[in-house]
């Protein structure tokens, strides 16, 4: 069971960023990385589907001998991990969008959430706002088509610049002074954000926190790999591997992504 990989799923690209920490603070453990790309983005999806998709990755996810899964996509988190932890006999690791921190440290009491729309309309969501904002006014933006253009691999298009300007413009004209990214393909757009937003704005990732979350989780459950050889990476996509291709190559990783048809 310890040398068994840590799984890894998202709708697409995105959790690669969460895969990208994950590696860098458990550099021994293998890994295998599923992107539905095919299914993307699931944040136009009813909740009901999403759990369906989260399900089927999961099952495949543990056919292939995962230890633990982490759910690299906030919209599947805040849709389906709860039903996932009662339905299968592992740990899910989850990623929701970082508001505690962002509240907790915010000068100006003002902080903005870019996410997806089944993020944004989740009871989980609503439950952590209430929790964790209670003082702080949070202005909600969905990343309408932010995911399709990464997905397509449109990363460096002035399009895309442009488009994320717009859909930050009325949170950054209200005043707010933290954006917390609440979908994992966001963090790809941060030298974007870096540029477009006024420099008093902080950017909030939570990716490193998953990734210290898995190790502890994975302390505890005595599920940290022995030493030995080097570790395995494999990526799989349901959609083109060309542009997963592109996508880990502009990240810095060697492997190839494989086609996988549900
Ligand atoms: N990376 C997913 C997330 O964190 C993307 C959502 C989507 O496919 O719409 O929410």
Sequence with gaps: MKQG????????????????EVMQILPAENTIYLADSA?????EKSPEHILEL?????????????KLIVVACNTATTNAIASLRKEFPVSFIGIEP????????????????LATRGTLSSS??????????????VLEQ?????VRLIESGRLEDPETREHLKGLLQPMVEAGIDHLVLGCT?????????????????????????VARQTRAVMEGEGLIRSAGEAPVHKVFTTG??????????????PEKARHLEF
């Excluded at 989260?54 to 995962?66: A, D, M």
């Excluded at 969501?125 to 702080?136: C, E, M, Q, V, Y």
């Design 98 to 113: 970082a508001i505690k921190p962002a509240a907790l440290q915010s000068k100006r009491k003002r902080v903005g959430v």
């Design 124 to 137: 989980l969501f609503a439950n952590t706002s209430k929790l964790h904002a209670a003082g702080i006014e």
């Design 142 to 146: 969905e990343g309408r088509g932010l």
């Design 54 to 66: 989260s399900r089927r990755n999961t099952r495949w996810l543990l056919e292939q001998g995962c």
């Design 240 to 253: 083109d591997p060309g542009i997963a291709n592109i996508m880990l190559r502009r990240m810095g990783y």
């Design 5 to 20: 990989p840590i799984g890894l799923f998202d709708s697409g690209l995105g959790g690669l960023t969460i895969r990208r």
């Design 185 to 209: 393909h966001y963090p790809l757009l941060i030298p974007i954000l870096e540029e477009v937003l006024p420099p008093e704005v902080q950017v909030v990732d939570c990716g490193p926190a």
């Design 39 to 43: 299914q993307a983005p699931y944040g």
